[in-house]
């Protein structure tokens, strides 16, 4: 059993060569799977585009051939095998935090096998060289049960925070490699929103319709810009978590602009350029609080990046098992990600309140219509999550999500 505390193994590289080059990669994916999964859906949407990374790693290391290829060609790895990235990877995950743990980041990351296949030798030590996952080997065709352990594992690693993931109705009779992923976070802001001043408003969803929704208030110096690209306005607001090794961005359009028009616009070149133009400025901010869970398979999305060979049989996944008859049934990730006052229940830092009479040319950021989010890591800008918020639930919005898969 592994638990890693990731955002101290991306900090073991602020800087270096090697982190900027991941993060370029990591982001340039990001955005074509966001691409891939928003087309498909509806509502909300939440997805780690780091998590997704490191299960299809995992597979990587032990595919060969056109199942090789095809990962690292949609990783945007170098043509040749170099094993660079890996070396990245193994650093990220040798380097173990002393430091006071000021955030809660689960990650479980794991690939389970139908028992009667072996997983070789050294494939096993690979996986815990580079990815730190665990490799188990289940009954898929005890649906019911196998359903359980896995369930009972993501549980464990992730605090208790993701319940039943899998119900076995995901299993069959043909259910031979389901890779696991779930993601856990949680970190107080850098400044807080006060209870005090959260107030019940309107928030326009994406049909039309209003709900009243908490929406926390504050006036804060933070990182802002004010964009305009084909002929569509929308800005960008940064709000750092404590000790500013993450930060939440969020893109907000015009009232008028169609959310699924502005998402047409997420590229990496895009998304790079929010990070490095926006400027320390006062803003009036309004944002709902909002809870997002949700369990993803990555099997669609990632056909549609041209990941397909692992899915059909005749693949080559020759460096994980002997057996020419295993192919990837599922990718399956769970995301719990919440924003409230404090970012998180135990909060020990204040923020600074600027009256509200103070100015009144400041800018003005107002999230109640729907609104793009991204949560990355500042030394190193690796997009850990990234989605949507159409319609802010601070319900448990897991059964609906699910419904809308
Ligand atoms: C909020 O939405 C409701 C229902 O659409 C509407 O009747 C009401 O006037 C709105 N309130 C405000 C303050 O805009
Ligand atoms: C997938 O492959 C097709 C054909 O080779 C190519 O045109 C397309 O750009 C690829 N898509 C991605 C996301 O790489």
Redesign the pocket.
């Known amino acids: 059993m592994f638990k890693i505390l990731l955002w101290s193994l991306l900090l073991t590289f602020s800087g270096s060569q090697a982190s900027r080059h991941l993060a370029q990669r990591n982001t340039e994916f990001a955005a074509?799977l966001y691409q891939a999964i928003c087309s498909s859906h509806e509502n909300n949407i939440i997805f780690s585009p780091l998590g997704t990374v490191l299960a299809l790693g995992m597979v990587q290391l032990g595919a060969k051939g056109k199942a090789q290829q095809q990962i690292r060609?949609?990783l945007k790895f170098q043509e040749t095998s170099t094993g660079e990235e890996f070396s990245v990877l193994k650093s990220f995950f040798s380097a173990i935090s002393e430091k006071k743990q000021e955030f809660t980041f689960n990650l479980a990351n794991a690939l389970y096998l139908q028992e009667g296949f072996t997983v070789k030798e050294q494939y096993l030590h690979g996986n815990k060289k580079f990815f730190q996952s665990a490799i188990k080997v289940v009954d898929f065709q005890d649906a019911k049960a196998c359903a359980e352990t896995i369930s009972a594992w993501v549980e464990s690693e992730t605090d208790g925070k993701i319940k039943n993931m899998f119900s076995g109705k995901e299993f069959g009779p043909l259910t031979q490699l389901v890779l696991v992923n779930a993601i856990y976070f949680k970190g107080d802001w850098k400044q807080k929103f006060r209870k005090e001043d959260t107030q019940l408003m309107n928030f326009t969803k994406k049909d039309g319709a209003a709900v009243k929704v908490p929406m926390m208030k504050a006036i804060l110096r933070t990182k802002y810009g004010y964009f305009s690209e084909s002929s569509m306005n929308y800005q960008v607001l940064e709000l750092p978590y404590k000790s500013d090794e993450f930060s939440l961005i969020i893109i907000l359009p015009a009232e008028e602009v169609n959310i699924e028009n502005m998402e047409k616009l997420i590229t990496a070149h895009q998304i790079l350029k929010w990070f490095s133009e926006m400027q320390e400025e006062e803003v009036e901010i309004s944002l709902p609080r909002f809870k997002v869970e949700q369990k993803l398979d990555f099997k669609e999305a990632l056909y549609?990046?041209?990941i397909t060979e692992i899915f059909s049989g005749g693949c080559d996944l020759s460096g994980i098992t002997d057996s020419s008859e295993v192919y990837v049934s599922q990718v399956m990730q769970q995301v719990f990600f919440e924003i409230n006052e404090d970012g998180s229940e135990a909060a020990t830092s204040t923020g600074v309140h600027i009256p509200a009479i103070m100015s009144l040319a400041r800018n003005q950021f107002t999230a109640n219509h729907p609104f793009l989010f991204i949560m990355k890591n500042n030394p190193t800008d690796s997009i850990v999550f990234m989605g949507r918020v159409t319609s802010p639930d601070t319900q448990n919005t897991k059964g609906r999500d699910l419904d809308s898969l």
Do not use: G, W
């Open positions: 074509d060609q949609t549609s990046l041209n």
